[in-house]
């Protein structure tokens, strides 16, 4: 279902699809409220190329969700980099960076995908080659013109090509790499009955420079506490659950919702929202932020920062009646749940 803040991905705006593969997205275009942040599902078929590309507006993060792939970068001062990525593992391209995605593997290889730009732009190496006479060409590779006249001509890129033959997977492919994280592999720095996160920040990807991802996890025994992001937008994609999310807007109103696995939301800087799970199946949810290290401020910490007699006049209670809230000088991120869902 959409709102305003939230839009089924698989729903969204279709660029390619085809028995190679299929991408498929929300930008600023299907989902307005969109602002340094859009979001792109992309699934290869075995043998299935995501042609090499580049997006001269935004950086790229990646998340696969589900196969394995070969992802090769090259990028300024001829900076050449190419490794694999299975489940579990992200992917970062420069904007500008040209690169490709291969399917080297027996099974569809997926990929959540966010951008840092509302709308992203893209150029195809093949629409690229297009663009160009074969002099032109000829000459950038000292070769005859007559070369180039077998080419498919057109500056409208393929995006999804077939290999033919075998991958070719260097050995150096497999080995690690600053553009590439295992964050499913990272012990995560919050777990508890409630939930668990992993953190795909720059404080342990030095690469980021404007993005951020988190890998979160809640159980039927928590909550993502209530909060805001002072100077950060929130794009998140449920990759698994089901979570209902409450938004407050500047004017008052506010946006309940609920969302399954393919949905996405979006939050802009210092919008109060928050995230519970609804079911029994844990959610999981990938987040990703217009920031390398994003800022929160907490319902609990704000409690804490003010004083008793302000809390009251704030909440019209009768200060002998407002409840003991915890000292908490630093937000939980997940809290307990406690009381029952009140759907």
């Given at each position: 279902m959409a709102h305003s803040h939230s839009l089924s991905v698989i729903g969204g705006s279709v660029s390619f699809s085809s028995d190679l593969g299929e991408i498929v997205g929300v930008s600023s275009q299907q989902l307005p409220i969109l602002k340094n942040l859009s979001i792109r599902r992309l699934t290869l078929a075995p043998g299935s190329i995501r042609e090499p590309h580049w997006h001269p507006n935004a950086v790229e993060l990646g998340y696969c969700i589900q196969g394995q792939a070969l992802v090769s970068v090259l990028g300024n001062a001829d900076a050449f980099a190419n490794f694999t990525v299975a489940a579990g593992q992200m992917f970062y391209i420069p904007s500008g960076a040209i690169h490709h995605l291969e399917n080297i593997g027996d099974d569809n290889a997926i990929f959540i995908i966010a951008f840092r730009h509302e709308a992203p732009e893209d150029f195809g190496f093949s629409g690229a080659l297009g663009a160009m006479t074969d002099a032109v060409l000829g000459n950038t590779y000292d070769l005859p013109a007559s070369a180039f006249e077998p080419f498919k001509r057109s500056t409208v890129s393929e995006q999804i090509v077939r290999r033919s033959g075998p991958a070719v997977v260097p050995v150096v492919a497999l080995f690690d790499n600053p553009l590439k994280l295992d964050v499913e592999a990272q012990h995560p720095l919050l777990s508890n009955a409630a939930g668990e996160a992993r953190f795909a920040r720059d404080q342990f990807w030095p690469v980021l420079k404007n993005i951020s991802m988190y890998s979160l996890r809640i159980t039927n025994?928590?909550?993502?506490?209530?909060?805001?992001?002072?100077?950060?937008?929130?794009?998140?994609?449920?990759?698994?659950?089901?979570?209902r999310m409450t938004v407050l807007n500047p004017a008052g109103s506010t946006d309940t919702y609920l969302l399954s696995a393919g949905d996405m939301y979006f939050i802009p800087a210092a919008y109060p929202h928050h995230i519970e799970q609804v079911g029994y199946e844990p959610i999981h949810f990938l987040i990703f932020f217009d920031q390398p290290f994003p800022q929160d401020i907490g319902y609990r910490a704000t409690a804490t920062a003010f004083s008793r007699p302000v809390l009251a006049a704030t909440l019209g209670c009768d200060p002998e009646k407002l409840p003991q809230l915890p000292f908490t000088p630093i937000d939980p991120l997940i809290v307990n749940r406690i009381n029952p869902r009140d759907l």
């Open positions: 025994k928590g909550m993502r506490e209530p909060h805001w992001h002072p100077e950060t937008a929130e794009m998140g994609y449920v990759h698994s659950g089901n979570a």
